[in-house]
């Protein structure tokens, strides 16, 4: 018995030995950048404020400037959000790649997707599925986009006249039902597992998103890992529906059957593997699914909390559409100042608040002179970028009219305003996104106002996407 315990003590000891050896070449190899002491094994999480990812960021910036060193536990991360040396690392896609988190972690959900994948795999995918997400092609889909936000506002929140609701039910069934029809010509309002699918996707990136952010492993015997696996096998299930729908009305088209130009062609065309468009699909959806729908929740929570933002908004909605509902792209283009609240409600509301790169050689941060050694983790805060006091005024101010001659469109590399990311690895739907914001707030802003919750405050965690754990709560008042 004694000996079984002496041989386990001495293969912890060992392990413990080898992670503290890791720890101090690690801790050489960057001893040139700057940082708050760091311990063995924990890194920073002895810090009470550390697990509080984005406060203890911001803390560290002002303290280091604007690249440090951060240990989310015995290995190290480069926080970087120098604008110029971001757009070295998002534009360099060969040095700094997508590295473990993606392909072990964020994998287990996206498969090798857009999201996750690297090099020749990445450029072949997007190039198959860009031509479907550019504006000639998502502005067809906006007759779609019109009638079922129309359907969703009669649905909930005309019920919920003079009563609080949580915005995410609203916010996350549309974004799905859009994605579906745009996506595969799929109606999600008919189909019964919708509020499985809306559940399976914000609860796999909630889950995908912890283990990244607090470095937790995602082995398969955890339950909550376990049951993801089968959440994500499911899913698999569900697209080989979609994929099976379309199959069969393409063997029985009529000869005056058109079929929509939409990804699920453009996979099918490519012949992609049964794996593959599983993947896909999967990647699509859930990368779309929980931004589009915060983005919403964030928007309306921020209308309601300035009333004179909000009739500004419909003030312009009257002017472009007066009672029209049928909104085209002119009338689109010409809601300027609403595209304006739109960016200032995602430089507050970063929705995908980090993203980070692993370089794969010895690297040179130009504008900073500053070494990255090979298989370094480079994490990029969009979220605290988007309010470094260098670059915005007042930064946590709610102020839209800040974006008025600026000439920013949905991104700026130059003030380090990345909400969709940048590169050739940009978000893919940033222009759906917009284009399905500003119709369903057209819509939502001709028929009703939001009105603030006294004593709400939406409670943040930054996982892959920033959601709020306590929901969006704002009362609804039909005009
Ligand atoms: C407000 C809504 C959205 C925000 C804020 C957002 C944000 C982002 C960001 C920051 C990235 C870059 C990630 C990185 O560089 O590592 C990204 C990538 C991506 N997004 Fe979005 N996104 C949104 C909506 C959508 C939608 C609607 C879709 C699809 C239907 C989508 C699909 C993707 C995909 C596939 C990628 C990976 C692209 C690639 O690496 O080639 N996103 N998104």
């Known amino acids: ?21 890791q720890f101090l070449m690690e801790m050489l190899k960057i001893s040139h950048i700057p940082a708050t002491l760091a311990l063995p094994l924990v890194g920073h999480l002895y810090h009470p404020g550390a697990p509080m990812v984005m406060k203890f960021l911001s803390v560290m910036r002002r303290r280091h400037g604007k690249i440090f060193a951060f240990w989310p536990g015995n290995s190290p991360m480069i926080v970087v959000m120098e604008p110029k040396c971001v757009r070295q ?25 857009l999201v996750t994948s690297n090099g020749d795999k990445h450029r072949g995918d997007r190039g198959c599925l860009s031509k479907f997400f550019v504006r000639g092609a998502i502005e067809k889909y906006m007759d779609f986009m019109v009638q079922e936000t129309q359907l969703m506002i009669q649905e909930t929140m005309v019920p919920a006249n003079g009563k609080e609701i949580d915005l995410q039910e609203f916010f996350h069934m549309l974004a799905l039902r859009v994605f579906g029809y745009f996506a595969a010509g799929h109606d999600y309002s008919k189909d019964p597992e919708a509020k499985w699918i809306n559940h399976c996707v914000s609860n796999g990136s909630n889950i995908i998103g912890e283990h990244i952010v607090l470095g937790l492993p995602v082995w398969g015997f955890i339950p909550r890992i376990k049951s993801l696996k089968a959440d994500v096998a499911k899913m698999h299930q569900h697209v080989e529906k979609l994929i099976q729908a379309r199959e069969k009305q393409r063997s029985e088209a009529k000869p005056d059957w058109v ?26 959806l859930s990368a779309g699914h929980d931004t589009t729908a915060f983005f919403g929740c964030y928007m309306a929570y921020l209308l309601a909390s300035h009333p004179e933002v909000q009739q500004k908004v419909k003030d312009e ?14 009338d689109a283009k010409k809601m300027t100042y609403t595209a304006n609240v739109m960016k200032e409600v995602l430089r507050l509301y970063t929705v995908i608040p980090f993203v980070n790169r692993t370089t794969v050689k010895d690297v040179n941060l130009r504008e900073n002179n500053m070494k990255i050694p090979s298989g370094t983790t480079c994490l990029v805060p969009l979220c605290l970028m988007n309010r470094d006091p260098d670059v915005w005024e007042d930064p946590n101010e709610f102020r839209p009219e800040r974006f008025e001659g600026l000439g920013i469109s949905d991104n700026s590399a130059k003030h380090g305003y990345l909400p969709f990311g940048y590169g050739s690895r940009t978000c893919i739907g940033n222009t759906l996104a917009l284009i399905e914001g500003n119709i369903m707030f057209a819509l939502l802003m001709q028929k009703l106002t939001f009105k603030k919750v006294e004593d709400f405050k939406p409670k943040i965690t930054a996982g892959i996407s920033l959601v709020s754990s306590n929901g969006i709560r704002v009362r609804v008042e039909l005009d």
């Open 317 to 330: 909605v009257k002017e472009v559409l007066g009672d029209r509902t049928d909104i085209k792209p002119e």
């Open 89 to 113: 690392i998002l534009t360099d896609t060969k040095t700094f790649i997508k590295g473990a988190d993606y392909s072990n972690k964020f994998a287990l959900v996206f498969g090798e997707g």
């Open 1 to 21: 018995m004694i000996s079984v315990l002496g041989a386990i003590f001495s293969v912890i000891g060992a392990g413990l030995a080898v992670m503290i050896v």
């Open 259 to 284: 079929e929509p130009e939409d990804p699920l062609k453009g996979m099918l065309d490519a012949k992609m593997s049964r794996k593959e468009m599983y993947e896909q699909f999967t990647t699509l």
